[in-house]
Every structure is written in C-alpha cells, then in structure tokens.
C-alpha cells in the first residue's frame, strides 16, 4: 500500500477514535467548554482539521514493526491532543487571530476562556495516552505517559526560548537548536516513539526513533525558516519575506545578525517598505545566510533519512509509507 492508501485507512479512523474520546468526557456542566474543543479541532461545519500528520507518524511506526496500529491509538490521540494544546496557546501568545482560516479561540472566545480550552486539552492528552494500558500493558502506559509529560516540558522549554529570543539579538545557532528541538522536534519524536512502543521494540530502536524525529523537526523548521523568507506566496501562502516584516528571529535573521552589518543597522526599524524589505533579504543573502540555512536543512535532512536506514533496513509497505512522508515533508523546493 502506499501513503496514500493507508491515509485513507488510518485517518479517518484516528478522526473517528479522537472524536469519541472527546465525547466520552465528562461536559455536562460545561457545554461551552466542549463546543470550543470541536470547534478547535475543527469538527465544526466549515472547520478545518489539519492533515493529522503526527498520529498517522504513530500508527505507521507501529506497523512498520509488523504490530496492528489499533494498540497505538491512544499514543496517536495523545500526541495530537497535545499538539492542539499547544496551538490553542501558541496563538494566545502570538496574538494570532487565524489559524486553518478561522478565528482563533482566543479571538472568539477571549484569552481566559482559551486558556481553560487548552488546559482540558493538555488534560485530555494525558488522559489518552493511559489507554495504552488497556492496549498494551500497565507498564507500557506508565512509561508513555512518563516520556509525554517529558515532552511537555521539552515544548514549554522551546516556547520559552523562542519568546526570550524576541529581546535577544545575539543568538547562537546552539540557541536556535534547543529551541526547535523542544518546539518542533520533541513532539514528532514523542510520535515516532509511542508508536514503537506500543509495538513492544527495544530501548536503542526507541532512541533511534526520537533521533528521527528531532532531525526531521530540526529539518522541517529550517526549510520553514528558508521559505518565510524566500519562498513563493502563492505556495507558502504567506506574504514574501514574512518573517522579516514581524521580526521573527528565524535561522537565517540569526546569521544576518551575527555577519551583517548593513542587516544589522536596517533591522531594527518598523513599518519596512516593500524597497527596505527587499534590501534586507538582498543582505542575507549577500552574507550568506541563504546558502547557510539550506546546509543546514539538508545536514538535518540526511540525519533524519540515515536514522530510517537504520531503523527499516528492508523496507515493506509501512516503512515505505514514512519514507515517502518523510520526503513530502522535507524535499519542498527552494
């Protein structure tokens, strides 16, 4: 089967098993509270619900090791309840008023109510990852929810970097990495290793499923980094150069920083023109930061494809299916 067909198969049962489980909790004194949570996850009319790429990471992780991806579900929901927690309050703190082309929660419903969502989220998420217990074992649920709670702190860890950064103008690229590898990477590598757990596999597999993920992550925001700079709108669906416009410290504003002077002295001025903007992107790349930030994506990228040689030296459908996800995810053009 390829990654298309097993999306088919996978997703719409991991929309069926998130939905259920938001049902089965206890809202009957709060209908507001579960009204918000749908309509986050986007199970409203018009909603939209985001392509779900981080369960489907977990369930092919665990068929790749020849294990029914049913006995990962929870470690599935788990991790994108998570990942919807952090948004909620990704956008509260980014004063972002639109995700998936509507209102955020704090938008709609204030920035108190938002947060309360978030929380039952968070609590969600440590809910669903005990149902291992009943797939699994005891053990494998005690461990799972241990490497969550983990993660979670790993994330708050890179989102506190990443908001520190904003009045911080000398950052190191040591800097930058711990604050993608907690922000982006630790929770594509808690998917990876919750589903090969869940199918039972030994400690060195389960690190070198984590290391995947970090690379991937690391890979994945790099290339994000490249294209909120150089990329084309009508594919990234941003303005060009829109990292720039909202001073957002990403890896190539970082080398920009620290090699160019004439980026240096314009950075800091607001309400840049569209001829300042184009000055300011000629300068990075004339001090090399696009060339920079496009070695280290592709250092990243190869880590992250060595990890998977290792982990699936002969591939079936499975494997093959997170290669090709792999691929979709990091060969995007520059």
């Known amino acids: 089967m390829t990654l298309s067909d097993l999306q088919k198969q996978l997703i719409p049962r991991i929309e069926a098993e998130l939905q259920a489980f938001i049902n089965a909790q206890d809202f009957f004194e709060t209908p507001l509270l579960k009204q918000m949570l749908v309509y986050h996850m986007g199970w409203m ?13 977990c369930l092919l992780c665990t068929s790749a090791f020849g294990t029914d991806p049913k006995i990962a579900l929870p470690g599935a929901m788990a991790v994108e ?16 008023q639109m ?6 929660l704090w938008s709609k419903w204030g920035v108190p109510q938002a947060i309360n969502a978030g929380d039952a989220l968070f ?16 053990s494998i649920a005690a461990r799972g929810a ?5 993660v979670c702190l790993h994330l708050t860890s890179g989102q506190h970097l990443d ?34 757990l869940a199918a039972q596999q030994d400690t060195h597999i389960l690190d070198a499923l984590y290391d995947f993920g970090i690379n991937l992550g690391l890979a994945f925001q790099m290339l994000d980094d490249f294209l909120g ?3 084309d709108p009508q594919v990234t669906g941003k303005s060009a150069a829109s990292d720039i416009l909202t001073h957002k410290k990403t890896l190539p504003i970082i080398f920009g920083l620290k090699h160019s002077e004439p980026f240096r002295s314009k950075w800091t001025k607001n309400n840049l023109s569209p001829y300042q903007i184009h000055e300011l992107t000629r300068d990075l790349k004339t001090c090399g930061a696009q060339d920079y930030v496009k070695e280290q994506a592709q250092e990243f990228t190869y880590r992250a494809f060595k990890s998977l040689e290792f982990l699936f030296p ?13 691929e979709n995810l990091l060969h995007r053009d520059f």
């Open 45 to 57: 009319a018009g909603g939209s619900s985001g392509k779900r790429i981080r369960p489907l990471l």
């Open 81 to 96: 309840f998570l990942h919807n927690f952090t948004l909620i309050h990704d956008d509260i703190e980014d004063s972002s």
């Open 99 to 104: 995700r998936h082309g509507q209102p955020t």
């Open 123 to 138: 609590s969600i998420a440590q809910m669903a990852v005990l149902g291992l217990s009943q797939t699994c074992d005891p």
């Open 146 to 150: 241990l490497r969550l709670n983990q």
């Open 163 to 196: 908001i520190a950064f904003e009045r911080d103008e000398k950052i190191s690229l040591e800097s930058y990495l711990a604050m993608v590898r907690g922000k982006t990477g630790a929770l594509i590598a808690l998917c990876g290793w919750l589903g090969g």
């Open 229 to 231: 700079i150089w990329g």
């Open 314 to 326: 002969r591939p079936n459908s499975y494997t093959k299916a997170i290669i090709e996800l792999t």
